[in-house]
């Protein structure tokens, strides 16, 4: 059994995948398999109409599936905002009709919260291989400046049609490839929050995401090129994603401090000349900054750590509310520092035991860490030759800004990545002064 039919087994709210070439023509069959006898309403924007949208309604036709008037957004700055949301529920209201959603990240998103506001499934038609979202329960959807995720389903069924999405714009598949990169940081982050006894790993959604991993990734220029095999391997690495979320009833498997950066920016409102950054290529930036920090890591030679030293400097409860309050002071979110870090705070005397498991298992942690991460020089080329950002000038962001990104990202959320590890262990400004100072790899100049 392939990978994807075994994952798909464990899904919970999936109940059909087809990817491959030559595809789409499979649609209706698909559709009157998962919706017998319903109508269906394709959702579109004016692009993903043209590339599929249109002759999906003609192919629905021809198979004698009645249909509502397809729904297109003619916004071209179109983005995954409530109010797009908004107008999708109004239309869905009128009717029964199944959404069928012909397009990528956006429309995905924007279709899944609003088939789930008015009682119904969907189907997804998947025209780029541009994130991991397809298959994964919940929305990011932006409300009143800020991205919030809904509690949403998957959809019910997903097509993806490998000569569609090869044929997709190259910044579409590569923000889809960075976006599969980050899975190498999440993993690490898991294994370091398994070792350290904050939230062991679950062993099927690992397996989802983890098995085969490397190997996905392993072709960025064929990658970009829309070579068959690569972007099918892509596409498969970014469906299982989502079934490992479904699965998990959690993002854990799929994303760590990576997405964290790309959260707070998200938080933060950055455009990038005045345009919004796609996901994947934030969370490229987001990537290539934890692996930074990894291999710092790596060369930390914790067997030998100062514990009374990191304990001196850990806050008590009090403190830390001080803290978190004050460095969101004046912001859309003041209170997120204190609810995220509040609810993963531990005591000194727990922390202690912490760092003294993260000391004596320290060998075999780095072992685990090793084989997993993939090193910063490397990474960053294989991101560069797929097309995605590698600078985070590409996407807006000024040293400075990224080096108060790994201080800020800390308190968003409260899951256990890398960045507690560096604060916990008293390490993280050491380690950013490494980043940023001399010959540093975002080196500063303070000139």
Same mark, same amino acid.
């Given at each position: 059994?392939?990978?994807?039919?075994?994952?798909?087994?464990?899904?919970?709210? $999936?109940?059909?995948?087809?990817?491959?070439?030559?595809?789409?023509?499979?649609?209706?069959?698909?559709?009157?398999?998962?919706?017998?006898?319903?109508?269906? +309403?394709?959702?579109?924007d004016t692009i993903t109409f043209e590339v599929a949208g249109k002759q999906l309604s003609k192919q629905f036709e021809s198979n004698g599936i009645g249909q509502e008037p397809a729904y297109v957004y003619t916004d071209p700055e179109i983005y995954a905002a409530y109010h797009y949301v908004?107008?999708?529920?109004?239309?869905?209201?009128?009717? &029964?009709? +199944?959404?069928?959603?012909?397009? %990528?990240?956006? /429309?995905?998103?924007?279709?899944?919260?609003?088939?789930?506001?008015?009682?119904?499934?969907?189907?997804?038609?998947?025209?780029?291989?541009?994130?991991? !979202?397809?298959?994964?329960? !919940?929305?990011? /959807?932006?409300?009143?400046?800020?991205? &919030?995720?809904?509690?949403?389903?998957?959809?019910?069924?997903?097509?993806?049609?490998?000569?569609?999405?090869?044929?997709?714009?190259?910044?579409?598949?590569?923000? @889809?490839?960075?976006?599969?990169?980050?899975? +190498?940081?999440? @993993?690490?982050?898991?294994?370091?929050?398994?070792?350290?006894?904050?939230?062991?790993?679950?062993?099927?959604?690992?397996?989802?995401?983890?098995? @085969?991993?490397?190997?996905?990734?392993?072709?960025?220029?064929? $990658?970009?090129? !829309?070579?068959?095999?690569?972007? %099918?391997?892509?596409?498969?690495?970014?469906?299982?994603?989502?079934?490992?979320?479904?699965?998990?009833? =959690?993002?854990?498997?799929?994303?760590?401090?990576?997405?964290?950066?790309?959260?707070?920016?998200?938080?933060?409102?950055?455009?990038?000349?005045?345009?919004?950054? %796609?996901? !994947?290529?934030?969370? =490229?930036?987001?990537?290539?900054?934890?692996?930074?920090?990894?291999?710092?890591?790596?060369?930390?030679?914790?067997?030998?750590?100062? /514990?009374?030293?990191?304990?001196?400097?850990?806050?008590?409860?009090?403190?830390?509310?001080?803290? =978190?309050?004050?460095?969101?002071?004046?912001?859309?979110?003041?209170?997120?520092?204190? &609810?995220e870090t509040s609810a993963k705070y531990i005591d000194h005397q727990l922390l202690k035991k912490q760092l003294q498991t993260l000391k004596d298992n320290w060998s075999d942690i780095k072992t685990r860490l090793k084989q997993q991460i993939v090193p910063f020089e490397e990474a960053r080329?294989?991101?560069?030759?797929?097309?995605?950002?590698?600078?985070?000038?590409?996407?807006? +962001?000024?040293?400075?800004?990224?080096?108060?990104?790994?201080?800020?990202?800390?308190?968003?959320?409260?899951?256990?990545? /890398?960045?507690?590890?560096?604060?916990?262990?008293?390490?993280?400004?050491?380690?950013?002064?490494?980043?940023?100072?001399?010959?540093?790899?975002?080196?500063?100049?303070?000139?």
């Amino acid at each position: 059994m392939s990978k994807v039919a075994t994952a798909l087994k464990s899904a919970s709210e $999936t109940k059909a995948l087809v990817i491959g070439q030559d595809k789409l023509k499979q649609t209706s069959q698909l559709f009157k398999a998962q919706f017998p006898g319903a109508k269906a +309403i394709i959702v579109a924007d004016t692009i993903t109409f043209e590339v599929a949208g249109k002759q999906l309604s003609k192919q629905f036709e021809s198979n004698g599936i009645g249909q509502e008037p397809a729904y297109v957004y003619t916004d071209p700055e179109i983005y995954a905002a409530y109010h797009y949301v908004e107008e999708l529920t109004n239309v869905l209201k009128e009717h &029964q009709a +199944i959404p069928v959603a012909v397009g %990528s990240g956006t /429309i995905n998103d924007l279709t899944k919260l609003a088939a789930h506001l008015t009682n119904r499934p969907y189907l997804c038609v998947a025209t780029a291989a541009s994130m991991d !979202g397809y298959t994964a329960f !919940g929305a990011s /959807i932006t409300v009143n400046g800020a991205k &919030q995720t809904f509690n949403c389903p998957a959809p019910q069924a997903c097509l993806a049609d490998i000569d569609l999405l090869s044929a997709a714009p190259t910044e579409l598949t590569a923000s @889809g490839y960075a976006d599969l990169f980050a899975k +190498i940081t999440a @993993g690490a982050d898991w294994i370091l929050a398994d070792a350290l006894g904050v939230e062991a790993i679950d062993p099927k959604a690992w397996s989802m995401v983890q098995d @085969g991993l490397h190997e996905a990734l392993s072709n960025p220029l064929g $990658t970009k090129n !829309g070579e068959t095999k690569a972007v %099918s391997q892509l596409t498969e690495g970014l469906m299982l994603g989502g079934f490992a979320m479904q699965w998990a009833k =959690s993002s854990r498997p799929a994303s760590g401090a990576e997405h964290q950066f790309s959260h707070l920016w998200n938080m933060e409102h950055h455009l990038n000349n005045g345009q919004h950054v %796609s996901h !994947g290529f934030q969370v =490229s930036i987001g990537t290539l900054a934890i692996t930074a920090l990894y291999d710092l890591v790596l060369k930390t030679d914790f067997e030998n750590l100062d /514990i009374p030293k990191a304990l001196k400097q850990w806050p008590t409860l009090d403190q830390l509310k001080t803290q =978190s309050l004050d460095i969101f002071k004046n912001t859309d979110f003041p209170e997120i520092g204190w &609810q995220e870090t509040s609810a993963k705070y531990i005591d000194h005397q727990l922390l202690k035991k912490q760092l003294q498991t993260l000391k004596d298992n320290w060998s075999d942690i780095k072992t685990r860490l090793k084989q997993q991460i993939v090193p910063f020089e490397e990474a960053r080329a294989r991101l560069a030759t797929v097309g995605a950002p590698t600078e985070p000038e590409h996407i807006g +962001i000024s040293r400075a800004k990224l080096k108060e990104t790994f201080v800020r990202a800390q308190y968003i959320r409260r899951r256990f990545t /890398i960045l507690d590890l560096a604060v916990r262990t008293g390490y993280l400004n050491q380690w950013l002064n490494q980043l940023f100072g001399n010959n540093g790899i975002w080196e500063i100049n303070t000139n």
